[in-house]
C-alpha cells in the first residue's frame, strides 16, 4: 500500500505493493528500520506505534530520506482518526 494523491480527493493509501507519489509503500513498514532526516539531521529509525502517529499529524517532522523533497499537507483529522489510521497501518504487517 502506498500514498497516491487523486485530484481534489487528498492523499488516499492505495494500491498494495505499489510505490506511491508522496510516500513509500505502507504495507510491511511496523518495526521495519527506515532511514529518515528529523530536524536536518539523517539517521535510522524504527517504524513504530509513535512513528506512524507523528508521521500524521506532523508530516514535515520526520521525512523518509527518498522522499524528503516532497510536500505532504497536515491533516485536519480527529485523534480518535489518527489512532484508527494507525492500526491500520500496523495490521498491514500482520497480513503478511
Known amino acids: 500500500m502506498a500514498c497516491i494523491c487523486f485530484p481534489g480527493t487528498g492523499v488516499l493509501p492505495v494500491i498494495p ?3 506511491g ?4 509503500p505502507l504495507n510491511g513498514l511496523y518495526r521495519k ?6 530536524e ?3 539517521k535510522t529509525i524504527v517504524a513504530d ?10 508530516p514535515d517532522y520526520v521525512k ?8 505532504m499537507t497536515k491533516p485536519v483529522i480527529t485523534e ?5 489510521i494507525v492500526d ?3 495490521g498491514l504487517g500482520e497480513e503478511e
Open 17 to 19: 505493493g505499489r510505490e
Open 21 to 24: 507519489r508522496y510516500g513509500p
Open 33 to 38: 528500520e527506515i532511514f529518515v532526516e528529523c
Open 40 to 42: 536536518g539531521v539523517e
Open 49 to 58: 506505534r509513535e512513528y506512524f502517529n507523528r508521521a500524521i499529524t506532523d
Open 64 to 71: 523518509v530520506l527518498e522522499y524528503k523533497t516532497r510536500i
Open 80 to 84: 480518535d482518526e489518527v489512532i484508527s
Open 88 to 90: 491500520f497501518l500496523i
